[in-house]
DNA sequence: TTCAATCGAATTGTACACAATTATTTTAGG
DNA sequence: CCTAAAATAATTGTGTACAATTCGATTGAA
């Protein structure tokens, strides 16, 4: 009968999390290529397609959409309107408000970057199913740490 | 009938990568309090793993287990060899490898550390099929980028 | 009305993460 | 035996991440 290990838990292996953390970097990754074509960080591309389908919101309503703060935002904002993808300027209404607006060059940037999902589409070797359950507990954990508090 | 959008694909919902992404983050701030209390970050802590796991690695064995490479663990083992948790010595049959061993005081954090999974698992709203199930699938993905190329 | 509480963004400080380069050591081919 | 190639860490530079703090603007309750 085998001895049982009180320290199985604090193996790698036996992690749910190291393989979550490890396989987001590596897709991170993968994306390289693709989007070094387009000059856009992972950080980025997911900054500007939020702003392709809203044109227009504060640096708040982005971290929500994203799960970012401002001290990644900031900055990453900054980039994007160095490169003429957007503008950043205060709302009239409540200058607290940073309004971040999409620029045409942003806008075409849009026509580049619909290659990048059909690329990263062959390095998945992922059957419908299983896409559609990773997405399922991937947004099921999402909401369960979003409600705990 | 409803129209076809053809940048569908570049919207945040209908991505795969983004709450993946998203959940690692998510997971790691969720570690965030616990590891707190063994004065460990994320990083360092899945490192120390290996070590109790492994006792003596170099920098690249370690590395390959983690999926990072020297530019993050070299200044990372400075820092746990200044908690005093590992030693860091040239190895005396080949001087390019860094020895990276456990102390008595890294052994003894062990203790400590077995409490963590259990809190982590508090916070995970999944049963063990759905677990095992996301698994599989993150490891199945991981073995694909790894054989790629 | 007024001022304390709140809010949104920016800043600061610490810690990854990784590509590219460098330095040192080892190995192997001629 | 000697030198070119390979291997291993370390370094450098850029870009996130995020907690904590600061700052200015706004709001709401006395």
Redesign the interface.
């Known amino acids: 009968m085998a001895e049982i290990d ?2 199985a ?4 292996e036996n ?14 990754r ?2 390289k290529p693709f989007l070094d074509e387009l000059d856009l960080t ?1 950080t980025q591309y ?1 900054t500007m ?2 702003l ?2 809203k044109k227009q919101m504060n640096v708040k309503e982005i971290g929500k ?3 970012l703060d401002s001290g990644t935002l900031t900055p990453l904002l900054k980039k994007l309107e160095s490169k003429g993808y957007i503008t950043r300027h205060r709302s009239k209404e409540d200058e607290r408000n940073l309004l971040i607006k999409i620029t045409p060059e942003g806008e075409a940037l ?1 026509e580049r ?2 290659a990048v ?2 690329q ?1 589409g062959k ?4 059957d419908p199913k ?2 559609k ?3 399922d ?6 909401d ?2 979003h409600t ?1 508090e």
Chains 1, 2 share one sequence.
């Open positions: 009180p320290y838990c604090l193996k790698l992690q749910i999390c190291f393989p979550l953390y490890a396989c987001s970097k590596e897709v991170v993968k994306y992972y997911i397609m939020v392709w389908d959409c994203l799960y849009k970057a619909v999902p059909a990263m390095c998945f070797d992922l299983e896409a359950l990773l997405y507990l991937m947004y099921k954990l999402l369960t740490f705990e």
